[in-house]
């Protein structure tokens, strides 16, 4: 890896800002197309991280495996990183679950849960199997101006330890820098969205039970309990509720989480102790464009979506996929040409994305009243969704991303 102090001044095809899950995948999609990328990212966890107690982590569906796996990028996922689901239930009462099966679908499992820390360093052992010089990665420099003529864009950095300047110029930025873009805001794009009532807590249990191979959601008046298993002892539960009640429990410790799991949560398979918690606000953000002369924008800089149904970092996946197809067949110096093309990206993703955002709220509203109408509209659903193979199976392609 290429710190910035031992880079000179110079000209990449592509410089992508953010190498998270989205960036890291974008810049080995780049460099299979042979263009000299580079990715400025601030941290890069060490490989360690994945001994450590799992924290974050995605459920990644089919469409996101194969497009991984076309990448190069899936190989790299170790086994007790990633734990395979093949069946998704969902209820609100207990006795009346709905259950999607692969088997519904013909396909063998419908998705993972994975480490974040994974995904994203699966990426960079792809791009350290890349040829030399086709890739440089600086993490010691901090993002300080964006210029942009019609030819080229200028990315000014700070380095940290120097303060010294470095400016570097390419055909095109990419930022991929998660939910408070400094490229969107450098760039002057605005986002329309707002923050949900409800914010969500993650704890990380150390079971006693077999890897389970299904994941579930109960829908519970105060907001949904979720279940995500992982190899290796752990899962995950999520405890989505009102931001003063999440406050209160994440003061707690970890045996007194134990114990309102307990109560809260319906029974798991057997033992288990929480090792680690986390909570995060929910947000809705969508950027106003996703494009501006020769910057675009892919992944959570574009669009941040409720977590509701785990499909966040699939739609930067598709992203990061449609993106590269546009650009793979064009010459990007070509001031007309790249902008036919971003043109079509923004088309493509933001229909999409807006369209994913509007049935998560959907589902928000669905889940999170307890007016009767609602009550009754949904539990007709429910029962609808398990009367009806069609309906349950147009649902269920949806969610493994096809
Ligand atoms: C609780 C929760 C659960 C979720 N569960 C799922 C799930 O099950 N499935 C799913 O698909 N999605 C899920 N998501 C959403 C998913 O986490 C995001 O969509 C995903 O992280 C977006 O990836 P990204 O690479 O675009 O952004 P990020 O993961 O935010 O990565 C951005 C990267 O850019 C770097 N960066 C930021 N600013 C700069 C800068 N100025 N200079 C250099 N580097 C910078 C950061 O260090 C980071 O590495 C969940 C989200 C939450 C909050």
């Not at 995605?58 to 194969?66: C, M, P």
């Not at 501006?292 to 996929?321: C, M």
């Not at 007709?380 to 269920?396: I, P, R």
């Amino acid at each position: 890896m290429t710190k910035g102090s031992d880079l000179k001044e110079q000209f990449y095809d592509v410089v992508i800002v953010g190498g998270g899950m989205v960036g890291a995948a974008q810049a080995a999609a780049l460099v299979k197309q042979q263009k000299r990328v580079l990715v400025i990212e601030k941290y890069i966890p060490n490989s360690d991280v994945l001994a450590q107690i799992p924290l974050r982590v995605s459920a990644i569906n089919l469409a996101s495996e194969q497009y991984l796996t076309e990448l190069g990028v899936w190989s790299h996922i170790g086994e007790t990183s990633k734990c395979m689901f093949n069946q998704l239930a969902t209820w609100e009462q207990r006795h009346k679950p709905v259950i999607f099966s692969a088997t519904d679908i013909q396909k063998s499992h419908l998705g993972y849960l994975i480490r974040n820390e994974a995904l994203q360093l699966a990426a960079y052992d792809e791009l350290n199997n890349t040829a030399d010089h086709a890739v440089d990665i600086i993490t010691d420099c901090k993002l300080t101006s964006i210029d942009q003529t019609n030819e080229q864009v200028s990315v000014q950095l700070t380095n940290h330890v120097s303060n010294e300047t470095i400016i570097f110029h390419c055909s095109l930025l990419i930022g991929a820098d998660g939910a408070f873009s400094q490229v969107r805001s450098l760039t002057d794009i605005g986002t329309t969205g707002w923050d949900y009532q409800q914010h969500c807590l993650s704890l990380t249990i150390k079971t006693d039970f077999p890897t389970q191979h299904i994941t579930w959601q109960e829908f519970q008046p105060s907001g949904p309990k979720a279940f995500l298993p992982l190899e290796d002892g752990y899962s995950v539960l999520i405890w989505y509720d009102n931001a003063e009640e999440l406050q209160q429990l994440v003061q707690l410790s970890n045996e007194q989480l134990k114990n309102q799991v307990l109560t809260r949560f319906p029974d798991l398979a057997g033992e288990f102790d929480v090792v680690a918690k986390a909570s995060f606000p929910l947000t809705r953000r969508q950027a106003n464009q996703y494009i501006k002369g020769r910057v675009v924008l892919v992944g959570d800089s574009a669009h941040t979506i409720n977590p509701l149904a785990g499909q966040g970092v699939n739609i930067g996946y598709k992203d990061v996929e449609v993106l590269s197809q546009l650009l793979e067949e064009i010459d990007i110096k070509q001031s007309e040409t790249l902008s036919a093309v971003l043109k079509q990206y923004e088309n493509i993703r933001k229909r999409e994305s807006q369209l994913m955002s509007l049935a998560m709220d959907s589902f928000y509203n669905l889940f999170s009243n307890d007016k009767a109408a609602v009550k009754l509209l949904r539990g007709g659903l429910l029962t609808l969704a398990n009367k009806f193979e069609w309906a349950k199976k147009q649902v269920l392609k949806k969610a493994v991303g096809y």
